[in-house]
């Protein structure tokens, strides 16, 4: 296991470069493909590229809210001394590295914005704590959680289709939830990743003499200016009492949980934007004053620089893909080779490839779904196994997907190439189990 994962690490330290860099690359290796392949002029290719490359910024501003304030819920003072009383009982690297897996798999099972921040947090917590922890490992074994996303209760597409108007809705129906996340076969393959990739991400921990890199603590910054500005205002000003009031805090986080109350006793659906709005007032309410707030809310805008650079060149490349057919050509190829019981295998491969391109789940059920819904219709194939194999794929990808470990980055100060050689491996076991349960799947039920 070691001689993998040392051949993978080196590959990626000497090949892999910034996450910036890679989705400049990935722009134009798109545009190459759509010349060659699609026969698309240049010309026309740059014209889709710059239209699509704005499209998505609602979705990219929700993406760095529920990031940016999953990171202040992460870090309020009740979450923060939960983390505390479990990082207390372990003493072990290897159980360190089980422990950051477990909670990076449920905190994304429960939200994937919530699950991406607080897997970091959790690591590097353990990483100070425990002595003899590599470093990397630790951090990419609280990223690998992240596949959990992809099963769990935001898994972006299965609570899309679930939900009534829906893009789709008119060439798939509604499809039940009981039908993708919460079907037997799906919270089986849930317990199983659960189960095993703890245990794989421990064994990938170097053995005793082999070279391990500890967490270092960052350089420390002079507060002393801060010190001053802090005595100068004090807190018995009205302004800083204000500041600092939980009745302030207290009573605009009961209007917004009531408010969300509210909005599903009317029936409202659960997305995005109610996901955002209850991830802000909780955590107002848990941080206790507003200052507080404001101060690990300028904290977490750290974790999301890297998302408001790149998606829109994200967004540029998803715009090239569906306009030029580049995303029917490649999911095509695999649905030739389906039946109506392998069709939501080929579903996760394409899906699996797709997502360089497209590593949003939304955006990428957009450019994929419309085709493998009518392969599904021409095949008599299951719609929810062929939706859910897509997101599956999706889930899949982000263990290698250089745009989801940016929040991950952040909180560790480490590079991609740091870490990117453990979540190959990571990735290689999670799609083990992901093929195979898309395969026995059509089996079971």
């Known amino acids: 296991m070691t001689k993998i994962t040392n051949f993978f690490t080196e590959l990626m330290r000497r090949y892999l470069p910034d ?121 990419a074994a609280a990223y690998s959680g992240f ?64 070279k391990i890199i500890p967490y270092k603590e960052p350089e420390q910054v002079n507060t002393q200016r801060d010190s001053v500005l802090d005595a100068l205002h004090g807190k018995n000003n009205f302004a800083a009492r204000l500041n600092h009031s939980r009745v302030i805090s207290y009573l605009i986080g009961a209007l917004g949980i009531a408010y969300v109350i509210g909005h599903f006793m009317q029936g409202g659906a659960l997305d995005l934007n109610i996901i955002n709005y209850f991830i802000l007032f909780l955590g107002i309410i848990l941080l206790g004053t507003p200052i507080n707030y404001v101060e690990k809310l300028n904290e977490g805008i750290k974790t999301i620089g890297g998302i408001i650079l790149q998606f829109p060149f994200y967004a540029g490349i998803m715009a090239i893909m569906a306009a030029s057919g580049l995303v029917k050509t490649i999911a095509e190829i695999f649905v030739n080779i389906s039946t109506p019981d392998t069709l939501p295998f080929w579903g996760l491969i394409s899906s699996f490839f797709i997502n360089f391109f497209a590593p949003s789940g939304g955006g990428h059920w957009v450019v994929q779904g419309p085709f493998m819904i009518d392969a599904a219709h021409s095949m008599n194939a299951s719609l929810a196994q062929t939706s859910m194999s897509v997101m599956l794929g999706n889930a899949w990808n982000d263990l290698v997907q250089p745009f989801w470990i940016l929040p991950a980055l952040a909180i560790s100060r480490l590079k991609l190439q740091d870490i990117m050689g453990y979540t190959v491996v990571m990735m290689g076991w999670v799609g083990m189990i992901y093929m195979a349960a898309v395969l026995i799947w059509p089996h079971v039920i």
Do not use: C
């Open 147 to 210: 596949t959990f996303y992809g099963l769990g209760l935001s898994a972006t597409i299965p609570v899309l289709i679930s939900t009534e108007g829906h893009s789709l809705q008119s060439q798939m129906g509604i499809i039940s939830l009981r039908e993708t996340i919460f079907s037997t076969p799906i919270l089986l393959t849930s317990l199983a990743v659960l189960i095993t990739l703890p245990l794989i991400n421990a064994a990938l921990h170097p053995k005793a003499g082999e």
């Open 19 to 139: 996450p910036f860099v890679f989705a400049i690359l990935l722009t134009l290796l798109t545009m190459i493909l759509a010349f060659v392949v699609e026969g698309v002029s240049p010309l026309q290719i740059t014209m889709d590229w710059g239209d699509g490359f704005w499209k998505l910024l609602s979705f990219t501003t929700q993406m760095a809210v529920i990031l940016a304030m999953g990171y202040v819920l992460a870090a309020a003072p009740l979450v923060d001394r939960l983390l505390n009383l479990i990082v207390d009982r372990v003493h072990t690297p290897r159980k360190a590295i089980i422990v950051a897996t477990l909670i990076g798999a449920v905190g994304s099972y429960l939200n994937w914005g919530f699950g991406l921040v607080i897997g970091g947090i959790v690591a590097k917590k353990l990483a100070r704590s425990v002595p003899g922890v590599h470093y990397p490992l630790i951090i």
